[in-house]
């Protein structure tokens, strides 16, 4: 109850629809109750006509006036819950959006670590569900329920008012109603979420599948997906079965309860009725409220459930609103208003969409004189608990020079492109840039000052334009055309028919690995930092191509810091420095030349790329 109340509070800006909601449901519930005072009163009535006792003309004209009344007040309960409807149309879907809107912000903001442990298609299949049932049953609230409640409880005053051992009786059904239901979705809700365990792990496959169906169809997995698919969703019917027939027994019990009670009030109302301490009237009155309040007892168990499920839903759409995101990602979110209370706890206000425009100048980093611009300082890491990928890694890359990491594959070069940017935490030691703890550093200036081209390209669905622009939407076109001819890109995207506008499909599937490289450091030439990480950048393409994307970094590496990571050695011939990676460790720091005569890892690599011969390379121990 307590995350359904979170909920409310969440979503504090639909206060005025909630106030309508419950307005429209007040009045709902007061027209409805007047029916069976009116019923009642007619049949009082035509009782004393009966009876001889009202000339039947006055009855007459009494009845159809009475049945004019029932006419009104049915109309406004049409009229009136069908406003209400609509207000909680627009609020159900009001709160999607706050919701959605806030789950997303908040995954934006979530440290790299989280996303490394979670399945896409997992993420956003709990996303849906929770975010579904929350809604539903708010819908369902103020669409019905909280009418159905209001008129309940305007049943056991007035029946208090005619005959209190009906009230007890009443009294008696809810609570033992209620907890017969709640004892029912305890089970029923620990099943369900077995069910949703195995279906969020299918829909992350699922997703996971078609991102990559071109590895499926050349492995020929689409029957083995298809039958782990299969099976997961099958064996959810074991579970509704045992989930149903639990249900339903439970069902059973608290219907049958129910039918006891109202044995009971029904015997009380008749006797009553015969031994004269109702009139008639009384009796027709009394029979239509205690079925308007049976009502809302008999829709009950579903009412539990759906709240059961919301209250789940809420559970786990707070579990992922708590995870506390990286403190200098929280600084950033504090920045904006909205957000100062979302980087400590779930509680937000209201606001649907964070505010843009941070005071990026008021945060700027100001450069300590003389300080190198990047600076690792004794730094361990591990991606998990266990051993460290990097050991002591040790080095700085002073202003305006170009660094090249040289090493084996999985030696740690990316991670250290990782640890840079700030999507990992150093275990120990520190990395400094331009003279300050990146530690210290807000998230999104440290990463403004370093332009990367990752070891995948990583490219959006949506244009060749967007995508080149992805970190200046509003640059120019000639900006765009200009980081694309830089990049050797400029050529083969005209002779798209479409040219920049040409759509490039989920990831950039539809570009070749190397066209996709060549947008990638047109994205990275075209945010302009002051530090350029290349990570494999022009590994895809050929020498010819590759010399010419060459080319357009060297101009704009020329007075900018440059980390070139390179398998390709010629194309890091030309840097000051080159660092050499053994399992984690630096092993060498030097020029080129000083490396190609030491005999390290990088003299053993130049001379094995430079005869290219590939016996050599078949029993060369990089270790050795
Ligand atoms: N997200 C991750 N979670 C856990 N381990 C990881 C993760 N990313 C990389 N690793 C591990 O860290 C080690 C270093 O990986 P890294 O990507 O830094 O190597 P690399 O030097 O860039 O290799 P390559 O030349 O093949 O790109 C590898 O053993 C790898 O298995
Ligand atoms: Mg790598």
């Not at 239901?181 to 969020?200: A, F, H, I």
């Not at 947008?519 to 990275?524: D, G, K, Y």
């Not at 990570?535 to 010419?548: G, H």
Request: glycine share 8%; aromatic share 8%; with cysteine.
């Amino acid at each position: 109850m307590t995350s359904l109340l979170r909920i409310v509070r969440f979503t504090r800006a639909l206060a005025p629809l909630y106030t309508a909601i419950i307005l429209c449901s007040v009045l709902t519930a007061g027209a409805g109750l007047a029916v069976p005072f009116l019923i009642g009163h007619a049949t009082d009535t035509v009782a004393a006509a009966v009876g001889g006792d009202t000339a039947t003309g006055t009855a007459v004209r009494t009845v159809v006036l009475i049945a004019g009344a029932v006419l009104v007040a049915e109309l406004a309960v049409t009229v009136i819950s069908n406003v209400g409807g609509w207000f909680g149309d627009v609020m159900s879907n009001r709160m999607r959006t706050i919701l959605s809107v806030r789950y997303y912000d908040k995954l934006l903001h979530l440290p790299q670590r989280w996303f490394d442990g979670e399945i896409t298609g997992t993420i956003v299949a709990r996303l849906n569900r929770s975010i579904t049932e929350i809604t539903n049953f708010t819908k369902m609230m103020s669409n019905s329920f909280a009418s159905m409640l209001i008129t309940t409880a305007a049943v056991l005053a007035i029946s208090a008012w005619y005959a209190w051992p009906l009230t007890v009786l009443l009294l008696i059904v809810f609570p033992v109603y209620v907890w017969l239901t709640s004892l029912t979705s305890v089970k029923w809700q620990r099943l369900e979420g077995q069910k949703n365990e195995q279906v969020d792990i299918a829909s992350g496959r699922f997703a996971e599948v078609v991102g990559q169906i071109r590895v499926v169809k050349s492995f020929v997995r689409e029957r083995g997906e298809l039958e782990d698919f299969s099976r997961r969703f099958r064996s959810t019917d074991a579970t509704t079965r045992a989930q149903s027939t639990h249900w339903h027994r439970m069902d059973v019990i608290r219907r049958a309860f129910l039918n006891l009670i109202f044995f009971g009030i029904y015997v009380i109302i008749f006797v009553r009725t015969v031994q004269g301490a109702f009139s008639l009237g009384e009796m027709v009155l009394l029979i239509q409220l205690m079925s308007m309040a049976k009502a809302p007892v008999e829709s009950m168990s579903w009412v539990i459930d759906s709240a059961q499920r919301a209250i789940a839903g809420s559970k786990d759409y707070f579990r992922v609103m708590e995870t506390p995101v990286d403190p200098r990602t929280a600084a950033v979110m504090a920045a904006r208003p909205e957000h100062a209370r979302d980087a400590g706890h779930a509680d937000g206000t209201a606001g649907e969409l964070p505010a843009g425009g941070t005071a990026d100048e008021a945060r700027a980093i100001a450069p300590v004189a003389g300080a190198p611009v990047v600076a690792f300082r004794d730094v361990s890491f591990a991606y998990e608990d266990g051993e460290d990928v990097l050991h002591g890694i040790d080095f700085q890359v002073d202003r305006g020079e170009k660094i090249a990491l040289v090493g084996e594959s999985g030696g740690g070069k990316s991670t250290i492109v990782n640890l840079l940017l700030g999507l990992y935490e150093p275990r120990t030691g520190s990395i400094e840039v331009v003279g300050h703890p990146s530690a210290e550093l807000p998230l999104d200036q440290l990463r403004a000052r370093i332009g990367v081209v990752f070891q995948d390209a990583s490219l959006f669905s949506g244009t060749i334009r967007e995508n080149i622009a992805y970190g200046h939407p509003e640059a120019s076109d000639e900006e765009v055309v200009e980081a694309a001819r830089r990049a050797n890109a400029d050529a083969f995207i005209r002779r798209f028919e479409r040219g920049y506008e040409q759509v490039i499909g989920e990831r950039g599937l539809k570009l070749s690995g190397g066209q996709r490289q060549r947008i990638a450091v047109a994205r990275a030439i075209l945010k302009d930092a002051p530090v350029l990480v290349l990570d494999e950048a022009t590994s895809a393409l050929d020498t010819k191509a590759e010399i010419q994307v060459q080319k357009g970094l060297e101009e704009l590496m020329a007075g900018r810091t440059s980390l070139i990571i390179a398998h390709r050695l010629s194309t890091i011939a030309g840097v000051d420095r080159i660092i050499t990676l053994r399992d984690g460790n630096i092993d060498e720091i030097g020029s080129p030349a000083q490396l190609a005569a030491s005999g390290g890892i990088y003299a053993q690599l130049l001379e094995l790329q430079s005869s290219g011969d590939s016996r050599k390379l078949a029993t060369f121990d990089i270790t050795g």
